[in-house]
Each structure stands twice: as structure tokens, then as C-alpha cells.
């Protein structure tokens, strides 16, 4: 299955692109690290599952406020 979220939808709570994309980082790695010491094989990216996770709010992104918007 393919997860394909609208940008906007993702970036709604005046989030910037710049955390958006470390926090994806941060949690694909998290979830391929957790997989790989369960020794289970994912079917699915990393990055996808992580982008997931935080469209549905599993993973709360804080961002200071001066970075806001770039």
C-alpha cells in the first residue's frame, strides 16, 4: 500500500518543510532500527511507515518558533 499524503494536509499545524523532513528522517530510522533488532523484514519503506505515523499523529513534531514556515 502506498501512502501518499497531500503536503498541505501534512504542513496544516504551521509546520515547515525543513522539520518535517528531519522528523521523517529521525523516525524511518527509528522504525528500520527497531525492525532490524526485532529481526522482522518490512515490507513497507521506512520512510513511508514514518510519514504515516505522524499524518496520524503517532509522532509529535516541536518545532521552535523562529524556524516556523521556512
Known sequence: ??????????????????SLVIATAKHAREISEEAEARGEILTEKPVSLALQDIVEGKVKIVEPEEIRNI
Open 1 to 18: 500500500m502506498k501512502f501518499n499524503p497531500s503536503l498541505a494536509n501534512v504542513l496544516k499545524d504551521h509546520l515547515s518543510r525543513y
